[in-house]
């Protein structure tokens, strides 16, 4: 029995040894044995990013070796600094968490929220990462095509990206010939604060087109004035703070899990967007970044439709196409430069108890990064000088010579 004893405590301290041992040379051999490094990291050791220096979580080494990239923590996709500031200026006299309750949710702190998978399995972003944030009334979902549906239950239906409804429209040229989000929006761009690749930076004016050789549209206009075929705008936003109020199930409209605000559009468009100047100085296209409407429909708050802001915004839609608008879409059309006339108003948003008398008329209204056009701005774009007759028969020529042939059988 003795030896027997003896047998028993010699193994149990050979499996008690083991037991110490095992962590140690599972460390020393690497943790990939339990967590697979995958991706862009793939051929690194443990002790890489594992070291007794690299304790100071994800970021900070990331850093270590990604210094350069660091500056991306500290631009606008991670501070939106324009957003928060949009929200508090709207929003922070009615609900001080506003932006928090609505805003936050596209919104970086950290490398893996962009290179998806976590700290073993970092990727360079997908085209369904940069989505997850660029969609919706966002620019992004645009590139390929998307915009963003009515908010009514009856128009969630069709294609389905993260949960959200889209309307098919036609991608960005640049989609179609399989260019992703970094080909131009590299990593150095975004360190930078850069919004990446210009057009020029890979296109050259063409003087066979017949728009290019207008001086002023190439000396005053951004190139996707012209060249953006369509813009997801939307006109009358109404953000309806409902909380746990019954009567908010009335509204029928799509609800984000946990919210207690509702929100709808009086007006969707997806046609070729109104035009401005932005901060360079050059006509760009602008959409409302908000025409905000608020309503505190909680029990015993009597908060309806209340303006908080008509705030537009230069920008740039993704949705380049190799043709163009035709001259009267720019030089005929008050409406487009927000200038539209009383008498030709099909939408009467004050009439509705909005406000504003039009979406389309600048007064009232602000440009956060540009300004609005004038009407002598607009009356001079307008006069019908002997280069513009000649180039407008030369462009109808053209295009009635394009389906001519096209006709051919």
């Known amino acids: 029995m003795a ?3 003896q047998i028993q405590v010699f193994w149990l301290a050979v499996v008690l040894l083991l037991l110490m041992v095992g962590p140690v040379r599972a460390a020393e051999s690497g943790v990939n044995q339990q967590l697979p490094v995958r991706g862009a990291h793939a051929g690194l050791a443990c002790a890489d990013c594992h ?8 970021i900070s080494v990331c850093i270590d070796c990604h210094a350069d990239q660091q500056g991306v923590l500290h631009e606008a996709m991670a501070h939106r600094r324009s957003e928060q500031a949009f929200a508090a200026a709207a929003f922070d006299k009615y609900d001080p968490q506003f932006f928090e309750k ?3 949710s596209c919104h970086v702190i950290g490398c893996s929220d962009c290179h998806s998978g976590g700290a073993h399995a970092t990727a360079r972003p997908s085209r369904e990462d940069c989505h997850r944030c660029h969609r919706g009334y966002f620019v992004g979902a645009d590139y390929w095509g998307l915009a963003p549906r009515e908010d009514s239950q009856r128009y969630q239906r069709g294609i389905d990206v993260d949960g959200e409804k889209y309307l098919k429209m036609r991608p960005d040229v640049h989609a179609e010939a399989g260019l992703d989000c970094g080909d131009c929006h590299s990593m150095a761009s975004l360190a930078a604060g850069s919004p990446g690749k210009g057009c020029r930076d890979c296109h050259q004016p063409d003087s066979r087109i017949i ?6 549209h190439l000396e005053r206009l951004e190139c996707y004035a012209c060249h953006a075929a369509w813009g997801a705008q939307e006109y009358g936003s109404f953000f309806l703070r409902v909380a746990d109020n019954p009567m908010g199930d009335i ?5 984000e899990p946990g919210s207690e605000y509702l929100r709808s559009a009086y007006l969707k468009r997806q046609d070729a967007p109104p035009l401005g100047w932005n901060a360079a100085g050059r006509v760009s296209p602008i959409r409302p970044q908000f025409i905000a409407y608020y309503s505190d429909l909680r029990v015993g708050s009597k908060l309806e439709n209340v303006l908080a802001a008509a705030q537009w915004k230069a920008y740039v839609p993704h949705t380049i196409r190799r043709g163009t608008v035709a001259c009267d879409a720019c030089h005929d059309d008050p409406r487009r430069f927000l200038l539209e006339a009383a008498e030709r ?3 009467l948003p004050d009439k509705d108890g909005m406000t504003l008398p039009s979406f389309w008329d600048s007064e009232g209204q602000t440009l956060s990064n540009g300004r609005f056009f004038t009407p002598e701005e607009f009356a001079r774009l307008s006069r019908r ?3 513009y007759v000649r180039s407008y028969i030369e462009k109808w020529k053209n295009l ?3 389906v001519d042939t096209s006709s051919e059988r």
């Open 251 to 255: 509204f029928q409209v799509r609800r």
């Open 400 to 402: 009635v010579k394009h």
């Open 51 to 58: 070291s007794g220096e690299n304790q100071g979580g994800q």
């Open 345 to 347: 108003r099909i939408y």
């Open 211 to 216: 728009e290019h050789r207008i001086a002023a």
């Open 385 to 387: 000088s002997p280069e």
């Open 3 to 5: 030896v027997n004893g």
């Open 102 to 104: 609505n805003c936050s």
